[in-house]
């Protein structure tokens, strides 16, 4: 299916968020421009909680603040890394 290098690249993904965070809005703006290959989004009540559906396999994909995942993801020993632009 290709890389995941943005929110562009996050179409027939599983993409886990923190419910009402940015993320959450810019995941749903995207899934817009899906069309049929549409995002298959979780919203969580935390950055760990979606970190942890990334590491057994529920989801494809994280998406947080910079601030909360860089620190998970050198926690993670190799198993996470940050994909994308931060914003």
């Known amino acids: 299916t ?3 290098t943005g929110l562009s690249s996050l179409c027939g993904r599983r993409v886990a968020v923190v419910s009402g965070s940015t993320q959450e809005a ?3 703006a995207q ?3 899906c069309g049929s290959n549409s995002i298959n989004m979780r919203s969580v009540d935390g950055i ?4 942890q559906l990334v590491l057994n396999g529920s989801a494809d994909v994280a998406l947080g603040d ?6 998970i993801v050198r926690e993670s020993s190799d198993e996470l890394k940050t994909i994308g632009t931060p914003y």
Do not use: K
């Open 48 to 51: 760990a909680e979606s970190t």
């Open 31 to 33: 899934n817009t421009r």
């Open 66 to 71: 910079e601030a909360t995942l860089v620190p």
């Open 26 to 28: 810019d995941v749903v």
């Open 2 to 4: 290709g890389s995941i």
